[in-house]
Nanobody, 118 residues
Framework: QVQLVESGGGLVQAGGSQRLSCAAS????????MAWYRQAPGKQREQVAR???????IYADSVKGRFTISRDNAKNSVYLQMNSLKPEDTAVYYC????????????WGQGTQVTVSS
């Protein structure tokens, strides 16, 4: 069974930086797509950034220029470097992975809280 384990959340002051990590395990396959989503209280879950296994990336407009997504295919890991953090970035951040080799199934991490204080 595929498992995604996130790390790196916590409390940070506005203007600061934080790096999230997510490691996938439980299969010999490498994810087709990996991404970070977030969900703030009372809001819907939204995609923050997405990266394919070839390195193509997509960012939400709200984080462009501040966040950078990257992945290490050898480690089946994805990272999110967050700079110039704002209070509105406060949310639970979820790691996501899609495996076309496994019937195009989606998998989610348990989430990690990021809190940005003003």
């Amino acid at each position: 069974q595929v498992q995604l384990v996130e790390s790196g959340g916590g409390l940070v002051q506005a203007g600061g930086s934080q790096r999230l990590s997510c490691a996938a395990s439980g299969t010999i396959f490498s994810p087709s797509v990996m991404a970070w989503y977030r969900q703030a209280p009372g809001k819907q879950r939204e995609q923050v950034a997405r990266i394919t296994n070839s390195g193509s990336t997509i960012y939400a407009d709200s984080v462009k220029g501040r966040f950078t997504i990257s992945r290490d295919n050898a480690k089946n890991s994805v990272y999110l470097q967050m700079n110039s953090l704002k209070p509105e970035d406060t949310a639970v951040y979820y790691c996501y992975a899609n495996y076309w080799q496994l019937g195009n199934r989606d998998y989610w991490g348990q989430g990690t809280q990021v809190t940005v204080s003003s």
